[in-house]
């Protein structure tokens, strides 16, 4: 089945740009599927930051919408992530995950990253 | 946005005991929820969707009902690997938003 493994630094200087890529295997990148971002702050729910369909077609958290950039990438099978102007309240374990063919919830996380933001 | 909200926060169980964890949204979502299980350190994993079907995998233990603003998640018969924290999350509309998590913890 699918897997899901997110990369990226662990800490960010407050203002600049928090980047994660999503690898994704055993799967197709492409098909019917979404790619997610979802992160939790520590002790806090869940929050849905947006996903990406392969060809480019992407839905935002209107409450980030302004800094966020999610891409797919077929070629590597990996999607990305790309936070601007992060502070300290954008701490968080950061999940990529899949969005079922059939409906807006989330079938397949990878383990999460944690990203401290951090001067 | 609509709001999620989960009771209890906490529940203190005991093996075999029936659990039932209670999601309410503020606003009619039809059946369009989910529930996930996580566990310390890991990523949420899929339960049930569409309120009430049983995600592939999941044993049949796990059940969940309702419709409009409020639903359940019920474990039968409660095992040692469901002590967890469960989420519930909408999907009737964007932004897509989750509920504050009911931890369910050994009495």
């Known amino acids: 089945q699918v897997q899901l493994q997110e990369s990226g630094p662990g800490l960010v200087k407050p203002s600049e740009t928090l980047s994660l890529i999503c690898t994704v295997s055993s799967g197709s990148i492409r098909g019917y599927y979404y790619w997610s971002w979802i992160r939790q702050p520590p002790g806090k729910e869940l929050e849905w930051i947006g996903y990406s369909y392969y060809s480019g077609t992407v839905n935002y958290n209107p409450s980030l919408k302004s800094r966020v950039t999610i891409s797919v990438d077929p070629s590597k099978s990996q999607f990305s992530l790309q936070l601007s102007s992060v502070i300290a309240a954008d701490t968080a374990v950061y999940y990529c995950?899949?969005?079922?063919?059939?409906?807006?919830?989330?079938?397949?996380w990878g383990q999460g990253i944690l990203v401290t933001v951090s001067s | 946005d609509i709001q999620m909200t989960q009771s209890p926060s906490t529940l203190s169980v005991s093996v075999g005991d029936r659990v039932t964890i209670t999601c309410r949204a503020s606003?009619?979502?039809?059946?369009?929820l989910a529930w996930y299980q996580q566990k310390p350190g890991k990523a949420p994993n899929l339960l049930i969707y569409?309120?009430?079907s049983l995600e592939t995998g999941v044993p049949s233990r796990f059940s969940g009902s309702g419709s409009g603003t409020e639903f359940s998640l019920t474990i039968s018969s409660l095992q040692p690997d469901d002590f967890a924290t469960y989420y519930c999350?909408?999907?009737?509309?964007?932004?897509?938003?989750f509920g504050g998590g009911t931890k369910v913890e050994i009495k």
């Open positions: 606003q009619s979502i039809s059946s369009w």
């Open positions: 569409q309120a009430s």
């Open positions: 999350q909408q999907y009737n509309s964007y932004p897509l938003t």
């Open positions: 995950a899949r969005r079922s063919p059939k409906e807006n919830y989330f079938d397949f």
